[in-house]
């Protein structure tokens, strides 16, 4: 912790000498700060485009940390959150992310349990009203009552970096580095969700599991599908039967309902 302390005075120190975008050995950054014009260019540091599709599916899927399950959840603008942030930096500075991008302090980016990579969002600092926008490229944070882990960056614009949290309020804005700008008329953007299934089946010999995934066949709709899975249980190695494609929570939930399918439940894939 001692260490800790010394590196961050020692940073703060060459903040001031040398200015703060000097020190920002990747590329600079725009954030937004309210009051000002919302811009629609693409964030030009750590470019979300880059990011893979697979990549982004990849991180979006269920994930375990000290024993606790989290599920990340797809959004839409005018989603929102209230709870406590922190901020981390030198220590993590220069280091991968969960995006697969490089951690840059002194880019605005944020950390976020749950919400998608590249997820644009306003964040107000309820303690002294000051807000930006920053881009979600990271999972965390992983400590109690924690809600959102901001960059160096973010928390010196919010005006807490010598505090270390403070209460605040998540709004998404856009997606893709891109905000959304309510003028334009345009719907609003929300990412598309398509990795909702129903397990309809487990069986430990594989043909009933075919059969049953063939009387499934018949009754979907033309933009899901059938598929068997293999999955390690502690019975043993059963073969699953899910039908996915489902777009939301709800519309698995109704599949469920309507055909009154005993014991099934809804997957993430």
């Known amino acids: 912790m001692r260490s800790f302390r010394l590196s961050l005075l020692l ?17 600079h950054q725009d954030y937004y700060i309210e009051g000002e014009d919302i811009s629609t260019n ?13 990549r982004i599916k990849a991180t979006m899927k ?4 000290n024993g606790k399950v989290y599920k990340p959840t797809y959004v839409k603008v005018g989603d929102s959150m209230m709870g406590v942030a922190s901020w981390y930096g030198p220590n993590f500075h220069g280091h991968l992310t969960s995006s697969g991008e490089y951690y840059n302090m002194f880019d605005m980016t944020v950390a976020h349990k749950t919400w998608p990579m590249n997820t644009m969002v306003k964040i107000t600092n309820l303690d002294n009203g000051k807000s930006v926008i920053a881009r979600v490229n990271d999972r965390g944070p992983f400590v109690k009552g924690r809600i ?25 804005v856009g997606f893709a580095g891109k905000v959304y700008n309510p003028k334009s008329g345009k719907p609003k953007p929300k990412v598309q969700l398509t990795n909702f299934g129903v397990q309809v089946g487990a069986f430990a010999i594989l043909a009933n599991a075919k059969n049953t995934k063939a009387k499934y066949e018949k009754l979907i709709c033309n933009k899901q599908y059938v598929t068997i899975k293999k999955r390690q249980t502690h019975k043993g190695m059963l073969n699953t039967v899910v039908v996915m ?25």
């Open 148 to 172: 959102v882990d901001c960059s160096y960056a973010v928390a010196k614009k919010l005006g807490f970096d010598q505090k270390g949290t403070c209460n605040v309020r998540l709004d998404v």
């Open 62 to 65: 269920p994930y375990c940390v």
């Open 11 to 27: 940073l703060l120190f060459l903040l001031q000498g040398c200015g703060f975008d000097n020190l920002n050995i990747f590329h």
């Open 245 to 269: 494609g489902f777009n939301s929570r709800d519309e698995a939930q109704d599949f469920i309902k309507t055909l009154k399918i005993p014991g099934a439940f809804i997957i993430r894939d």
């Open 42 to 54: 693409e964030v030009p540091s750590n470019n979300p485009k880059k990011l893979s599709k697979a």
